[in-house]
Structures are given as C-alpha cells and as structure tokens.
C-alpha cells in the first residue's frame, strides 16, 4: 500500500482482556517501530525490528506486552491481561533503512481498556 | 530531568507571524534531531530533521541546532491557521534506532 496501514482504528477492551494489533508497513522498508502515546504526551518507543529481527525491545512496558514480525512484513503488537493504564493510541512507523529520520507513522489504533 | 524537554503552550501567535518553538535535550552526545506536526487526533508527521549546528531552512520552516547548548528550535514564517496543530520535538538515542520525543508544543494560529 502507499502508506502504513493500522488495524483496527479503535478498540475497546474489557479489564483482562487480551488484543492484538496489526501494522503493515510501507513496502520494501526494513524498519518497523512500535511506539505508545498517552493523552497529552509524546509517542513513547516500545520496540524496534529490523526485518524479522526484534532488535529492540527495551521499551515495551511489561511482560503483557509483546510483539513480532515474522515474516519481515507485517507485524503484532499484543498485549495480554490489559489494565486501564494501558488505554492509550499505538503507533507503528516504518522506514526503508535504519535511520529513524525516516520514519513515516500509521494512523494508529486507539486502545481504551474498560 | 525530561531527555527531551519542550514547552506545552499554547502558543498562540497571529496569522502571518514567525512562529518560535523551542526544545531541550539532556543526552549531551545526540547527533539527529527532528520535528514533527500532529494534527488532533492525527499520526505525526516529520516536517524537518537537522544533524549540524546552524539552520536548516525548508520553505517556510527553519530548524536551528546548537549543540552546545543542547538546543534545537524550529521557526515557522509567515504562519496560517492551518499551521495549528502540536509541534513534537524528537531526539535519536544514541547509536540506537528510537526516538525520545517532547511532551510536544501546542501552536495555535490566530486568523
């Protein structure tokens, strides 16, 4: 596609709750991110893939939180046994090469944990 | 002490005006620095990045880097109403591939 797609827009989960979010990025680029922002704040980085490489994942908050990519293409961020601090929008940026300078973000998936 | 530190208005300027949004940040050895616009409800978007001292002009946008000082701005002349929106700061970590970005700065472009 022509740009990063992010499914679904919206999600409401119940307290406990597992979910699934889907980026699929931009075609050809190497570098997935996986960032976190909080009403009112700046994206927060949770994880970073070069191909199918989880290269980084430093930034994902908990064990309830995991991501892949295994195919080098597409990509899961999930998150398991949600809590209502988890509420926030996700955004999945990718670029051809490494240099973060490129980044082109999704439109993102607004999670509200009930 | 916030790596990436930037003011969070409002700014409220009148259309037509130069627009100053600053930014801080505390990792003294940070080399790319970028800024984004976010429009409410809206994924950011990277309107300039800048890697060496001095200014960077792109069209009506000017970003200026002073490492020294541990400061990067961004200028926007001759400002419009669609010139609102929050203003992210973003600073690379290191040799790493993540970007610490600032709470953001809210512009608001009066007409």
């Known amino acids: 596609g022509a740009g990063v797609s992010q499914s679904p827009r919206y999600k409401v989960a119940k307290r406990g709750q597992d979910v699934a979010l889907r980026c699929d990025p931009i075609s050809g680029h190497v570098s997935l991110f996986w960032y976190q922002q909080a009403l009112g704040q700046g994206p927060e980085f949770l994880t970073y893939?070069?191909?199918?490489?989880?290269?980084?994942k430093s930034g994902l908050p908990s064990d309830r939180f995991f991501a892949e990519r295994p195919e080098g293409s597409v990509s899961t961020l999930k998150i398991q046994r949600t809590q209502q601090e988890d509420s926030a929008v996700y955004l999945c940026?990718?670029?051809?090469?490494?240099?973060?300078?490129?980044?082109?973000f999704g439109s993102g998936t607004r999670l509200t944990v009930v | 002490q916030k790596e990436v530190e930037q003011n969070s208005g409002p700014l409220s300027v009148p259309e037509g005006a130069i627009a100053s949004l600053n930014c801080t940040y505390s990792d003294r050895g940070s080399q790319s620095f970028f800024w984004y616009r976010q429009y409410s409800g809206k994924s950011p978007e990277l309107i300039m990045s800048?890697?060496?001292?001095g200014d960077k002009e792109d069209g009506r946008f000017t970003a200026q880097l002073n490492k020294a000082s541990q400061y990067v701005s961004l200028l926007i002349r001759d400002s419009q109403p669609s010139d609102s929106a929050t203003y992210l700061c973003?600073?690379?970590?290191?040799?790493?591939?993540?970007?610490?970005f600032g709470t953001g700065t809210l512009l608001a472009v009066q007409p």
């Open positions: 940026a990718s670029s051809l090469g490494s240099d973060p300078g490129g980044y082109t």
């Open positions: 973003a600073v690379r970590k290191g040799a790493t591939n993540k970007l610490i």
């Open positions: 800048i890697y060496s001292n």
């Open positions: 893939f070069q191909n199918e490489a989880q290269l980084d």
